[in-house]
């Protein structure tokens, strides 16, 4: 559920949770920076290309910023939850003031 610029989550049980944030889907296979050829090219509906240099996701009290290498499909981050609801928020960023969250993430226990 998205509430006020993030998403509410649960947390099935305590543990270390993987965390893969990406702007195209697995299946896509694509750069997080890489666009798509088509007709609608404005970042909003994806296709353009953007020069995405930092990720940084907040869960709960936990933040964590990673730099976006020229060749990563996604950004990995671990954290140590415990059981129950909190909130996540994913963010995309240029040098230049664009921020976008992360519009596909893949969670995993580990």
């Not at 009290?61 to 059981?83: C, H, R, S, W, Y």
Request: charged share 25%.
């Amino acid at each position: 559920m998205v509430c006020n610029g993030y998403w509410v989550i649960e947390v099935a049980k305590d543990g270390k949770y993987l965390f893969e944030m990406r702007r195209w889907p697995r299946e896509e296979d694509r750069i997080i920076a890489e666009g798509i050829h088509g007709e609608i090219t404005d970042w909003y509906h994806g296709g353009k290309a953007l020069n995405l240099q930092k990720a940084r996701i907040i869960i709960g009290d936990q933040e964590q910023t990673k730099v976006i290498e020229p060749n990563m499909k996604g950004v990995t981050f671990t954290f140590n939850l415990k059981a129950g609801i909190t909130h996540l928020q994913t963010f995309l960023s240029d040098n230049e003031g664009l921020e976008l969250g992360a519009y596909y993430v893949y969670v995993q226990l580990v």
